[in-house]
Structures are given as C-alpha cells and as structure tokens.
C-alpha cells in the first residue's frame, strides 16, 4: 500500500517536472540529520580539441552495465551527464565512493572515445552548439525557457544534507544560504566563459541568475507550510509545476527528505567535493543544535552582494557577516568555522577534510591555477585540456 | 587576337575550367542543401556534367596539368586523416579498436573473395581488394562538416578512415609488388619489387620524423602558445612533401604519419587543441568533383560490372557490420549506421601518388573495367550513404535546434 502510494507520488512528481501534469509538491520525507549525498555533474570533452562533445548517452549507456551504489543520469545537454552518490555518512566514505564513480566514469568515457573533466563552466564552448538531451523533460525546458536552456550547459555540485523533519529542512536552507557564498568562493573554477577570461573565479555562478525563479527561499517562510502555501501560490499563477522549478541556491528536496546546496563550480577533483560537502553537512548540524534560532538579518541585497564578490574573487574575496555587518575576508571566515567545526564534529575524517579545504584555499584555489596556466601562455583548449588530466588522475596529480 | 579560335580563351585556361567548375558544384551543391540533399552531389553532378561522362571540359589530361597541386592536397588529405587518429583509444580501447582493425582484415579477404567469384584472377582480386580496405576520407570528412556531425559513432568512423588507410597503404605495397611482378605489364621479380614499395613507405615514414622533429625543435626554441604555431606546421608539411616528392617516397604514408605524430606525441599545449581553421571544405569539393570528372558513366552500363560492383559494396558494408559486433561501446543502431559511413572506397591514385592519377594499367581489361565502374558507384553512391549512416547514428545538427520540433527530434531520438 505505502509502496503503491509513493509510486504515485513518483508518477505525480515526474508528470510535473515534464509539464505534463499538475503542479505537485510531495510530501517531506524523514531523514536521518547529518547524512549526505553528493551530485557532481560532469563535462564530456572531445579528446582532440577538448571541446565539448555530445557522448553522454553513450557514456551512459556503458554505465547501465556497471552494478554500482551510485546512480547516473542525463543532464539538459548531450555533453553533460550527472552522478549521485549514494547516502553518505562521514568524509572517508564520500572519498571512497567518488574515486570510484571517477574511475569508473573516466574508463566508461574513454571505451566510447570521450574524455571527462570536473571544472564549473567550460572554457570555451558555444552555447548555441550545445544539444538538448533528447528526453521530454528537457525539450520542455528549451521550449519553457529558449536559448537558456543550452545557455545552461554549465557543470555544479549539489550537496544534499539529511534535514530530520519539514520544519527543520525550512530553517536549515535559510542558515545554509546565508554561507552559501562561501563555497561558491571555495569551488569557484569557471574563470573562462564562451572563449573569453570572464574576470570572475566562478562564471557559472552568474549563468544561473537568468531564470526566473532563481535566488534564495524567500526568508519570511518559516515552516514547511508556509511553504507549501507559498508553492500552491505560485502554482496557482502558473509560475511552477514541481520543486526543480525553483532554482535557489539552498532549496528544500522534499522527496529525499534533504535541504540542498546547490551554488558550487564541479570540483576538478574528487577529494575537493567530498571535503566541501563534510563542511556543508557540519554547519548544518551545528545550525541543526540551535533549535528555533532564525538569522537575524536576511537582507536579500546582502546575500546578492556577498555572492557576486565570492564568484568574482573567488577565497580571496570578502564577505559581510550579515549578524554583524562586517566584512570579512572569506579564507579567514572559512578558517574559523572550521577550527570551530573541528571542535565538536564527531566524523573522523573530518580533520582530513580540513587540510583538503586548506589546500583549496592557497594561491586562489582551483581558479588561481586556472589563472596561472592561461597566464603562463596556455590557450582555451589547452586549459580544459589540463582540467581533465587532473581529473584522470584523481587523487594521483598534484595541482 | 584569338578570332581566328572558335574556343572561346577561358575555355582554355585550365584554371578557368576548374573555377568555372568549383563554383557550378557549389551552386548545386548549395541548393540541393535547400531540399536536404547533401552538398557533396553538387560536385558529384558539375563533375558529371563537365568531365567524360558529359561535356568532357575536364578530363584526364586538363587535370595532368595540376598533377603537383592533387598530390599536395591528396598528401594533406591523410595528413588530415592521420591527426584524427587517435592511437591511445586505439591501442587500449580494447573491443573497439580491436574490431575497427578486424573490419580493415575482413574487408580485404571478404572483397577479394567477392571478386574472385566474379572470376577476376586472384592477384587482381587481392590487388583491388587491398585498395578497397580503405574509406574515402574526402567524402566522410565532407559528409561530417556539412552535416556538422560529432559524436561517438563520428569519432570511430575517424579512426577507421585513418586506420583503414594505414593498413591499405602497407597492404599495398605488397600486392603492387606482386600485380607489377606477376600482371599483365610485369616488369621485375617480386621481392627486388617488395624492396622498391617498402622503401618507399620506409622513406615516407622517416621523412615524417624528420619533419616532425623539426617542427618540435622549432616549437621548443620559439616557446610560443600553440595558436601562434600553425605557420610553423605549414613550413613542416611543406619540407615533408618536398622531400617526399624528390625521394619517391610515399607522401601519403608521409603526411599521414606526420598527422598521428602530432596528434599523439604533442601531448601539451598541442598546435591541433587549437582547432585549425582551414579551407579544407572547400578542398573537398574540389577533389570531389575532379573525382566525379573522371567517371565514365559507361562503365555502369554493363550489367555485370554493375552487379559485380554492387555486390562489393553490399558486401564490405555486411562484413564492416559483422567486424563491429564484438565492440561494446555504441549499441546496434550505431553500428550499422558506422557500417553504412564507412561504405566509400578510394581509388588508386588515392593512396599512390604518381603519375598515373586514378587509373592503375597492370591490371587485365576485366578487372579495370570493374575498378571503374566500382568508382563510378562510388561517386554515385557513397556520399548519400555515409550521410544516410551518420543521420542513422543521430549525430548530425543543424544549429538554431528550436527550428525542429522537439516532438520530431524526440521520435528521431527514439
């Protein structure tokens, strides 16, 4: 019965998500608070130009005969594909499993005559040759949104947080957004975007603002009805069909019963996705050890300011604590949420995380190399080349 | 000054003759684009019309006059063909590489088979069967530009023009050996032959090192980007084809391995990461249409080289497919449209330089009749059937995609 029951949610919320059906907000799913999941949505990359290259359905194809925890799916366009983690406990796990979705998606990749490669935006493709992954969901979205829908072949990691209940999910997704800025400054890696230096550290970050419901949760809910009511209002108007359409930088996922952030650059490592995520999971739960404390300033001009410094300078950009006013510079914020994290965290690789995050955080982080190479003569191919033999070797290559 | 000539003068310049035909192919060729016809019949129709098959304004002898320029761009052709070869994926991609070398192999025997039951003696019938193992890159080069196709089945297709041609080059010079100790006009003993057609390609091959070394050398000494290298590379082929043209050594081996050498041993900052912009298109149009000058339409017209024509093509497409089954990488709809691009056949003169152009005349009155009228199908045919396999594969694209309704595209996918 319960399985009939969440089999027609499923069907209700695919229905939605197609613009086939009615609009649809499932019910929020119990979690454990704390656990974590991990998306990374990665280039498919041509090996001689290293341009994109439209082998995801292939890749994919080679992928379904692989038994595996982890899941792949297709994204929007044919030369992105995107892999889930299973249910995440503690860093060394979240290490373990995405060397091995990298590993396995590199080998995948290569068999079809593909390379692959983390990295936020790619150097130098063009959007208008982009194409839509043939699947209704997607066909719905270029003809909902038009040349954004390809303009959107960009590459992020979603971190997903195990939230407990309804309520808690609303709370966390508004404490979590207020340091969203923070990992979008720590994953930034896109300084390229369409064949130019954008002199942002993290373009993409700036792609997503063009539709419409993109953002932040609008800071007066303050519970998972509120919520609802505010979906059923928009619904009402048309203006959203199922939860994807809200594109937030922290969104409730009600259907995995998780708050997910949703702002970062794909690592070009592995190992640097698994330590973001271990700090995202950790302010959540220390956030989630304060119950019923809301942020006493949701200024949405801060978090806009805030946000556009850390794409554009990346850790060495600065942020506005929005409890105090003062601006801070970002590695310095970062250094002390994760002394203080250290202090009561209870994973064990939680220490390694930190030296990972350190690491990210030395001469510019992943966009500082970037930077370097395009500095030291190395032309658009030759930068997306690199970013994808840092990839190949994974934990292997120092950068 | 020329009234007493009833031809008019630029009928005479054989340079007029080719322009006047470049611009007829591309006129057709551009409006049969309009009704979804691919491009390349433009120059397979002006050829038609201009050369032996009509108005005989481009023949044999016009095109002798430009025998230096068709070996240079013949040379560049594999050179081409050779960066597309990407020899890591074919070395360790295991399965697919292993079945696109198998393909080259089955092709050979299965063709040679083929016309031997059409009673062609065994040496001609191994001699053209070594010529057909390789796929015509002007036609699948042209084929993927215009469609703008890119993608799995694209990239192996690639790779099997390159292959194909390496092992057609070698096979070659083994069965030239024995056609020109044993044909109709032989002239020497077979190994003193081997000799003289392996140290051709010898040559070839050392003259490419040379070139590539130089080409690295000067790279390494001027350190500049690779977008700023392409002079560089210019300078480099064009040691190598002049040296290729006064050694006698094979050009095509030459600048085919030039290609892979620099695809493959250039690991950073790689001159071809920088996606060479070049008028080949344009290229290919012109070595298309003087290809499709040089059909006779007659030789069609016999029933049995007809049948025996078709019969070779249906059967390197049947044994491409079966080569292709133990491959995992692209599912059974992309194989049999990778059977289908690589359907074309070259000629002789495409894998030998020489004087003789197209034509090759050690071989017995039969089985040149059936080389040409395999060539004449191959004009006729081979274009629409490696557009109809890369359209089969799904991976062509016209840009400005809202154009199509995502309900075709989605049954297309389907």
């Known amino acids: 019965m319960t399985d009939t029951v969440m089999n027609d949610a499923a069907a209700a919320q695919a229905q939605a998500m197609a613009g086939k059906g009615p609009a649809f907000l499932p019910d929020f799913k119990p979690s454990t608070l704390g656990t974590m999941g991990i998306e990374l949505e990665l280039m498919v990359l041509d090996r001689l130009t290293y341009d994109l290259f439209p082998a995801a359905p292939d890749i994919l194809r080679v992928l379904d005969k692989h038994d595996k925890p982890w899941v792949h799916t297709p994204e929007i366009t044919t030369s992105m594909l ?138 007066d809910l303050r519970s998972w009805n509120d919520f609802r009511d505010y979906f059923d209002r928009l619904a009402g108007f048309g203006i959203v069909n199922s939860i994807k359409d809200f594109y937030w930088d922290v969104r409730p996922k009600p259907e995995y019963g998780t708050i997910e952030l949703r702002v970062l650059d794909t690592p070009l490592k592995p190992v640097y996705a698994a330590a973001l995520a271990v700090y995202a999971r950790e302010l959540c739960l220390e956030f989630a050890d304060q119950p019923g404390h809301w942020p006493t300033n949701d200024s949405r001009e801060l978090y806009t300011w805030n946000r556009f410094n850390a794409a554009r300078d990346g850790v060495d950009g600065s942020w506005i604590d929005p409890q105090t006013g003062t601006a801070l510079p970002i590695a310095d914020v970062i250094r002390g949420d994760l002394e203080r994290l250290a202090r009561r965290s209870a994973d064990p690789g939680f220490a390694q995380a930190r030296k990972v995050i350190e690491e990210l955080m030395r001469e510019g982080g992943q966009a500082g190399l970037l930077k370097r190479h395009l500095a030291a003569g190395g032309g658009m191919n030759d930068l997306a080349r690199m970013a994808a033999e840092v990839f190949e070797a994974g934990e292997g290559m120092k950068t | 000054m020329n009234e007493e000539l009833n031809t008019p003068l630029w009928l005479l310049s054989p340079l007029a003759v080719l322009g006047g035909g470049l611009m007829l192919a591309l006129v057709i060729g551009l409006t049969l684009q309009r009704f979804k016809v691919p491009k390349l019949y433009g120059a397979v129709l002006a050829g038609l019309i201009l050369g032996s098959s009509g108005f005989g304004l481009i023949d044999r002898f016009l095109l002798t006059q430009f025998q230096e320029l068709l070996n240079a761009a013949a040379a560049l052709v594999l050179f081409e063909v050779g960066r597309k070869m990407d020899l890591a994926w074919l070395l360790k991609s295991g399965r697919q590489g292993g079945s696109l070398l198998l393909a080259t192999i089955a092709r050979c025997i299965a063709v040679a088979i083929t016309l031997r039951l059409f009673g062609l003696p065994w040496g001609a019938s191994i001699f053209i069967a070594s010529i057909l193992i390789a796929v015509n890159p002007v036609i699948v080069n042209s084929m993927v530009a215009d469609e703008n196709a890119s993608g799995t089945g694209t990239f192996a297709v690639a790779n099997m023009v390159g292959l194909s041609s390496l092992v057609a080059l070698l096979v070659l010079a083994v069965t030239m050996a024995w056609t020109r100790s044993h044909g109709v006009d032989a002239s020497g003993d077979f190994l003193g032959e081997l000799m003289r057609q392996g140290g051709k ?62 695809r493959n041993v250039e690991k950073r900052d790689n001159v071809f990461q920088a996606q060479l912009q070049t008028a080949q298109d344009i290229g290919y149009v012109l070595l298309f249409l003087m290809s499709a000058a040089l059909v006779d339409l007659a030789e069609l017209a016999r029933g049995w080289t007809l049948g025996a024509a078709l019969a070779v093509f249906a059967v390197r497409i049947a044994v491409t497919r079966v080569a292709l089954i133990p491959a995992t990488a692209w599912d059974r709809r992309k194989k049999h449209a990778m059977a289908l691009s690589m359907c074309s056949l070259v000629s002789y003169g495409g894998l030998v330089v020489d004087n003789t152009l197209n034509a090759y005349t050690g071989l017995d009155p039969a089985s040149t009749a059936l080389m040409g009228a395999l060539l004449a199908l191959n004009v006729l045919l081979a274009p629409g059937l490696t557009w109809l396999g890369l359209r089969l594969a799904g991976e062509t694209y016209q840009s400005g995609s809202l154009d199509a309704l995502p309900a075709e595209k989605l049954k297309e996918a389907a």
Request: proline letters at 4%; a positive charge; aromatic letters at 8%.
């Open chain 1, 82 to 219: 995107e892999v889930a983690t299973s249910i995440l406990s503690s860093f060394g796990e979240a290490r373990e499993q995405l060397e091995h979705i990298r590993s396995t998606v590199q080998r995948a990749a290569f068999e079809v005559g593909a390379a692959i490669s983390g990295g936020g935006a790619h150097p130098f493709q063009r959007w208008n040759e982009q194409r839509i992954y043939p699947k209704e969901r997607y066909f719905e979205s270029e003809r909902k949104y038009g040349y954004l829908a390809k303009l959107f072949t960009v590459f992020g990691m979603h971190v997903h947080i195990g939230a407990g209940t309804a309520d808690e999910a609303v709370r966390l997704c508004t404490w979590l957004t207020q340091r969203a800025p923070l990992f979008i400054a720590l994953s930034s890696n896109s300084p390229c975007w369409q064949g130019e230096v954008s002199g942002f550290c993290s373009s993409r970050s700036n792609v997503v603002g063009a539709f419409p419901m993109s953002g932040i949760q609008p800071p």
């Open chain 2, 201 to 262: 390609l010898v040559l070839g091959a050392a003259i490419a090192a040379l070139s590539y070394g130089l080409y690295a050398a000067a790279t390494r000494l001027c350190k500049v980007p690779a977008r700023m290298r392409p002079g560089m590379l210019l300078a480099a082929l064009l040691i190598d084809l002049g040296l290729c043209s006064v050694s006698a050594a094979s050009a095509l081996l030459s600048l085919l391995l030039m290609g892979v050498l620099l």
